[in-house]
């Protein structure tokens, strides 16, 4: 058996299931593309091989709500891109939030969270974390004196680096940094930036977490998270948490996802282009107030080598918000983001959203602000649509 394993370092039996099982190549016959196991169920040779298995003593797929190859070749693929030992992947991006959090907190804990981080992570935060009598304490991330004094006690301190909607950015170093001085694990949302520009185990954070559905995937049809981290975290999740909850990403969109990382590097240095293009041209226009892309920040923020096609920005009280929605024609009208496709939000959607507290209008997201996602159509086009619907809007 050939161990093509990307990890660089030994996996530990059972809870981190070795690769070789995903790569070998006698069940690949060597396929350029890996095959989808869209089987629940692997059974054995012979009852000696059952035993063995049970036993820990052989690692083999039993069951794809634990072992999955196709599974396991994205798991692989995303630890090697963010520089952990493991990956786990996961239904959601919120399973893999809730999956990572709940494996740590237990009734009675204290976490620390950066104000603006994804508004249902909020949610989990405040309406079923505190249910189970865990205290969340939230803070401004740009405040590392803020965050210290907020450590000590907490288990967890969550990151999210640009935050939501805001795109506050943080120096995600020097709160992992102040996390481990207090003995509280460092988490962080890396969705935005994406391995290809931050790589946050790199600047010593525990545990990376992403919206798999978000650029990883990068066509807007699948619904995946995963967690990076240390062979003994990720064990810890899949032993403790991911059996139970079992919310198990599934083989066909660990496929789908296989082959959007293919195009990741060259996705996200498209977004990168067209998105610093129409940010610049937006600071530049007279009806824009405010933009907030980390792109445009002199000097870039730590730990960040490029910027990705999300961000904000705000608009003078002459443009009627609707109407310039409605104006525009390259731009869809949605949530979500990572695909191709550009998109659009204004904030006053979210603020009228209705049922439970919503973070992003908690700390003060104005009215007159628009989110874009910038998706992969020509930057020029893109451009030319919002100018054209700016002027159309105009009181
Ligand atoms: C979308 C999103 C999530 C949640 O991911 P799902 O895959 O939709 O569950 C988490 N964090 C950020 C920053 C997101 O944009």
New binding site residues.
């Given amino acids: 058996m050939k161990n093509n394993n990307n990890s660089t370092t030994p996996k530990a039996p059972i809870t981190a299931p070795e690769s070789v099982v995903a790569y070998d190549e006698s069940h690949f016959a060597n396929a350029v593309v890996p095959p989808i196991f869209q089987n629940s169920l692997f059974t054995f040779e012979n009852c000696a091989e059952m035993i063995e298995t049970y036993a820990g003593r052989k690692i083999r797929p039993v069951y794809s709500r634990g072992l999955n190859p196709t599974v396991r070749a994205f798991e692989d693929k995303i630890a090697a891109l963010e520089k952990t030992e493991d990956a786990l992947g996961l ?7 809730s999956s990572a959090v709940l494996s740590v907190v237990k009734p009675g804990d204290r976490i620390v969270s950066v104000e603006h ?2 508004p ?2 909020y949610r989990f935060f405040e309406m079923f974390l505190r249910d189970m009598n865990v205290t969340v304490e939230y803070v401004d991330g740009r405040d590392i004196d803020a965050v210290r004094a907020a450590l000590p006690g907490a288990k967890v301190l969550y990151l ?1 680096s640009p935050t ?1 909607w805001t795109f506050h950015t943080h120096d995600i170093a020097a709160l992992c940094d102040a996390a481990r001085d207090h003995g509280a694990v460092s988490m962080i ?1 890396n ?2 930036a994406s391995p290809i520009f931050c790589q946050p185990a790199t600047l010593g954070c525990d545990v990376v ?6 650029y990883l995937g990068g066509h807007s049809d699948v ?3 995963v967690i990076a981290g240390t062979n003994e975290f990720i064990g810890r999740v899949r032993s403790n948490v991911l059996p139970y909850l079992g919310a198990k990403l599934s083989a066909f969109d660990s496929w789908l996802l296989l082959r959007g990382l293919r195009t990741l590097p060259a996705r996200m240095r498209e977004h990168q282009r067209s998105a610093l293009i129409i940010a610049q041209n937006l600071a530049d226009h007279p009806q824009v107030t405010a933009v907030h892309y980390p792109g445009l920040m002199t000097p870039p923020a730590p730990g960040l080598s490029g910027s990705s096609g ?1 961000f904000s920005f705000e608009f003078s009280p002459k443009v009627d918000i609707p109407t310039f929605v409605d104006a525009l024609r390259f731009f869809k009208i949605g ?4 695909g191709h496709e550009s998109l659009i939000v204004p904030a006053l959607v979210t603020r009228a959203q209705v049922g439970g507290p919503n973070s992003a209008m908690r700390f003060g997201v104005p009215e007159n602000l628009v989110r874009l996602h910038i998706g992969l159509e020509s930057a020029e086009d893109l451009w030319s649509d919002l100018a054209t619907a700016i002027e159309a809007s105009l009181k």
Avoid: Q
Avoid at 335 to 338: A, E, I, L, Y
């Fill in positions: 239904a959601s991006g919120m399973a893999a939030i981080c994804y249902d992570a999210e939501s949302d969705s935005w977490i992403h919206s798999a559905s978000k619904v995946a998270g999300l949530v979500s983001w990572g």
